[in-house]
T-cell receptor, first 112, second 115 residues
Framework: QKEVEQNSGPLSVPEGAIASLNCTYS??????FFWYRQYSGKSPELIMS????GDKEDGRFTAQLNKASQYVSLLIRDSQPSDSATYLC????????????FGTGTQLKVEL | KAGVTQTPRYLIKTRGQQVTLSCSPI?????VSWYQQTPGQGLQFLFE???????NKGNFPGRFSGRQFSNSRSEMNVSTLELGDSALYLC??????????????FGPGTRLTVL
């Protein structure tokens, strides 16, 4: 079992729809969770961070964390073509210091 | 505030050579982490430096090494390059303080091609 798992996609959604990206992790003691967006040929850009169970909203983005079920998700409302990118879930595992463990990323395509 | 900078942005080397990559963190950040990104393996952690000390290390061979200077700038070195070392090398900086909220910000990366 991989430490951090994501569906590779591609996930295709129409413009204006809600895109839902999911991530599961294996280390129950993990405490820090991050979503990064990566455009092709570019470096990862931080979108959201979440540390407590529940929802955290920032503009069109909502991160959801459920530690009991060991999953974290990212919702993108009113999806735009500019949201088309690969979304990386990153987890700071217990005892890993500042090391982030990444999922393989989900490719999102927002279609006109 | 300026972001993380990495130099050079692109490198072409041949097998057996060595290479040094440089990273300057965000002002005030004391932790620098290095990652390798390849299509097959994704983003993998190489090592982290904090206050000139390696604080954490990933599962890479000893050919991969790094260091950090007193101004928090960091370098990583890869010796005896192999074709499989072709990758995007990413540097990420953070404040480095203990706690769950320490957040890493990535630089633009160095694209290394080994021929």
């Amino acid at each position: 079992q991989k430490e951090v798992e994501q569906n590779s996609g591609p996930l295709s959604v129409p413009e204006g729809a809600i895109a839902s990206l999911n991530c599961t992790y294996s280390d129950r003691g993990s405490q820090s969770f991050f979503w990064y967006r990566q455009y092709s040929g570019k470096s990862p850009e931080l979108i959201m961070s979440i540390y407590s169970n529940g929802d955290k909203e920032d503009g069109r983005f909502t991160a959801q964390l459920n530690k009991a079920s060991q999953y974290v998700s990212l919702l993108i409302r009113d999806s735009q073509p500019s949201d088309s990118a690969t979304y990386l879930c990153a987890v700071r595992l217990t005892g890993g210091g500042n090391k982030l463990t990444f999922g393989t990323g989900t490719q999102l395509k927002v279609e006109l | 505030k300026a972001g993380v900078t990495q130099t050079p942005r692109y490198l072409i080397k041949t097998r057996g050579q060595q290479v040094t990559l440089s990273c300057s963190p965000i002002s005030g950040h004391r932790s620098v982490s290095w990652y390798q990104q390849t299509p097959g393996q994704g983003l993998q952690f190489l090592f982290e430096y904090f206050s000139e000390t390696q604080r954490n290390k990933g599962n890479f061979p000893g050919r991969f090494s790094g260091r950090q200077f007193s101004n928090s700038r960091s370098e990583m070195n890869v010796s005896t390059l192999e074709l499989g070392d072709s990758a995007l090398y990413l540097c990420a900086s953070s404040r480095g303080v203990a706690g769950v909220t320490d957040t890493q910000y990535f630089g633009p990366g160095t694209r290394l091609t080994v021929l």
